[in-house]
């Protein structure tokens, strides 16, 4: 037989048996030098001298070098191999080599069932799908706050001398700040939308985030600013933000979106009741876009009484009030004086229900006077007001009944999206795929916008239940 025909032969053998040769077998194609070596009782070694036995090596021939692979590939289903067995040591048979196996294990794969661990990335992949596809209510978006990091990336692109990074404006997964810390970042972001052109800009990209996350109905929040190196003005910001959400009715967004023209407290009651009279001019001129008035900022600055006024002035012109109340402990007494108003929502409202000397009031005022609740539980869990996501107030409110509606805060801040909040809630109080429908649809009760609106919303949400559900 020819040289040409012995060196197939060889090379379809090692590529055949997994790349590892046994000596014997091996021996037949390519002389060894020295003493052979001693017999083995290996897998392997039992298929080289199968092959001995079934084939004459000078008569080899395609068909049988196939026929004999099927047979070992049958055959390997039922064997474990071993240790690496003695391999070929000549020269040519070096590019044909496979790694010894390691520890008892194949280099190859070998079939079984899908693990646990793949049947439970599944699961959770289901779970993510139910949630974003799950049509949904936010009502407390900071406009700021919500930008996210591909957003943060082209404003960084447009001032890179303000060498910013985008680790100084989002809370990664796992990680913590202060909610000083967390005010702090905003100061930051102040730095980068300082322009008309910002504002526009990441309105409506925040607005179509949203859209993509399934929300179908979406109030923002913002405080007016003024910018003297850009000649930004208040009244330029909230129309810039007005614009930006026209923009994406225009570009045929399924998404209803409105604005809360936001009163930072450190800004002090003058600046809160300048910001009032803006807001009671757009409230009139918008046609239902700017739909209320929202009391934000630094919790610790001021005091609740300094706000009364101006926020009593805003519910006398017909502004809706989504206050936030209780972010922070011992706060029980402007709290208190608050809730007198009334307000029309409550944002985050994390100590009202606390175990502290004048909390015990505080309960039966939002009960009396049915306030639905913002519930923020990453927002609350990051800026460390709530040490775990077992003990957050959603489950107390939850539980008696009381009107509630899930929220993000800051996604951007706070790397999270409203999808990721419902999955949240669910997996920590046990909720079916059931309840979170309820607590989606129930929230279309508490917007701020007509009965026509929420009428049109719970039609929405009928209509896309059946195939949620199949």
Known sequence: MSLFWLSLTHVSLVLLCGGAVPLRLCSAVCPQPGPAAPPVSRPLERRGAA??????????????????????????????????????????????????????????????????????????????????????????????????????????????????????????????????????????????????????????????????????????????????????????????????????KEEGLDIDVRLLIAINRRGGPAVAKQTVKLAEEFLLSTDGVVVGLDLSGDPTAGHGQDFLEPLSEAKKAGLKLALHLSEIPNQEAETKILLGLPPDRIGHGTFLNSATAGSEELVPLVRQNHIPIELCMTSNIKTQTVPSCDKHHFGYWYSIGHPAVLCTDDKGVFATDLSQEYELVAKTFNLTRSQMWDLSYESINYIFASNAVKSKLREQWCKMKPALFD
Not at 171 to 199: A, P, S, V, W
Request: proline content about 7%; overall charge positive; charged content about 30%.
């Open 51 to 248: 092959v001995g036995r079934a084939f004459h090596l000078n008569k080899l021939d395609l068909g049988a070098v196939i026929e004999f692979r099927l047979a070992c590939a049958f055959r390997e289903l039922r064997e474990v191999p071993v240790a690496a067995e003695p391999r070929c040591a000549e020269p040519r048979c070096a590019p044909f080599r496979r790694p010894a196996l390691q520890g008892g294990a194949p280099p190859w794969p070998r079939p079984g069932p899908p693990s646990a661990r793949t049947g439970a990335v599944m699961a959770a992949e289901r779970e993510r799908r139910f949630y974003r596809e799950l049509p949904k209510v936010e009502l407390h978006a900071h406009l700021n706050g919500c930008i996210s990091s591909s957003t943060m990336r082209k404003l960084m692109a447009q001032k890179p001398d303000l060498q910013i990074q985008n680790g100084m404006t989002v809370i990664d997964k796992g990680k913590k700040r202060t909610l000083d810390e967390c005010f702090q970042m905003f100061q930051i972001i102040y730095q980068i939308t300082t322009r008309t052109e910002d504002i526009l800009l990441i309105t409506k990209d925040v607005i179509k985030e949203f859209a993509d996350d399934g929300v179908k109905y979406l109030e923002l929040r913002s405080t007016p600013r003024e910018e003297k190196s850009t000649g930004m003005t208040k009244r330029m910001y909230v129309e810039t933000v007005l614009e930006g959400i026209k923009q994406c």
